[in-house]
């Protein structure tokens, strides 16, 4: 009985604030307030890194806090205007060396990446948002998982992309991840336990391409600090469960298409989401039955097209990185 009394009350209460404080505005002519708690959606954060004109539409505190939690591990440029590159190799990975002008051709890359992969965005838009027009780039060919990882993906087999620079893209964005995850004081691996996997999705409302990583995937067990038995994939594991499962989500994010042109509204984008506790996407964006490992599921971002993962294939000592498209 004292549960049934209190819980209407504690109702109205909620409720009654907002009401007379909007009463009150409206009477003065006040513009709507902005101070009331909104919830952030997936769309929202899509908003903040598209262009300024997606971004005006968001209420600014939504849009603040959003701005708050992003760790740019490229710096975002939302008009960057799109020029010639190329100069890096793509099939080594990385550019070499790492002087300035190194930094500054790796972020050309992410801002505009190469022709095989604009025409992917470009067909995402195109299309309305068909996860088969991206399936049509693919080879047909299959190539088969290795048995010891094989749990590791959606199916025991990968593909790759018909464009050789698609795949090599692929593979640069996930090692520019790991070498620029120290800059956000995120320290990650390219390992089966840590980062060796992400979403590639096509974004409901815009159409824009992106691939959402998860890192941090198989914490070890831990009396204390993860107590999960996980299996198979967690045996061995020597990633820590600490703060930095805050840091497990990361965005990438192809160049946006202008619909009525042949040209882009955004430049490309790769940014760690950061999910600590006190923040809108811990609070909005994560559904609560996996706040504890700080999952943001790529359906919400979009429709999901094929896995992305990098798998290290090679025998102890000798690491050998291939890429399967699941
Ligand atoms: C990242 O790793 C380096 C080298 O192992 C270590 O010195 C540093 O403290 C680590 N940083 C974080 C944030 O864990
Ligand atoms: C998109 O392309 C159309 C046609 O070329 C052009 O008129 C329009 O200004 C472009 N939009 C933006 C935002 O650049």
Not at 146 to 162: E, N
Request: aromatic content about 12%; proline content about 8%.
């Amino acid at each position: 009985m004292v549960v049934n009394t209190y819980t209407p009350l504690r109702f109205t209460v909620f409720i009654s604030f907002p009401l007379a404080a909007a009463a009150k505005l409206s009477a003065s002519h006040s513009p709507p307030p902005s101070s009331l708690p909104k919830a952030a959606t997936a769309d929202d954060l899509l908003s903040v890194l598209g262009p300024p004109s997606a971004a005006y539409a968001l209420s600014p505190s939504v849009s603040r806090e959003l701005r708050s939690c992003l760790k740019f591990l490229v710096p975002f440029e939302s008009s960057k205007p799109k020029f010639e590159s190329g100069r890096c190799s793509l099939l080594t990975g990385l550019c070499s060396g790492k002087n300035d002008a190194v930094e500054e051709e790796e972020n050309s890359l992410v801002w505009w990446p190469p022709e095989g992969v604009l025409e992917l965005a470009r067909l995402a838009v195109d299309s309305g948002g068909d996860p088969g027009s991206i399936h049509r780039a693919l080879d047909p060919s299959i190539i088969p998982v290795p048995r010891r990882d094989s749990q590791l993906t959606r199916t025991p087999y990968g593909r790759h992309f018909i464009a050789q620079e698609v795949n090599s893209y692929f593979e640069f964005l996930f090692r520019l991840i790991e070498s620029r995850g120290p800059s956000v004081g995120f320290n990650v691996s390219l390992s089966r336990y840590d980062l060796f996997h992400g979403h590639l999705f096509i974004a409901t409302e815009s159409g824009r391409l992106g691939i959402l990583f998860h890192a941090k995937e198989y914490p070890a067990y831990d009396k204390k600090a993860f107590p999960y038995n996980m299996g198979y994939c967690q045996r061995g594991s020597d990633v820590k469960y600490g703060d930095s499962i805050n840091l497990r989500n990361i965005l990438w994010l192809a160049p946006l298409p202008n619909k009525s042109g042949t040209g882009w509204l955004a430049p490309g984008v790769l940014v760690v989401l950061d999910a600590h506790p006190d923040g809108i996407i811990y609070r909005d964006l994560i559904p609560n039955y996996v706040k504890f490992v700080r999952t943001i599921y790529e359906d919400d971002l979009g429709t999901t097209v094929v896995d992305v993962n990098y798998l290290n294939v090679g025998g102890a000592g000798e690491p050998d990185y291939q890429l399967f498209i699941c």
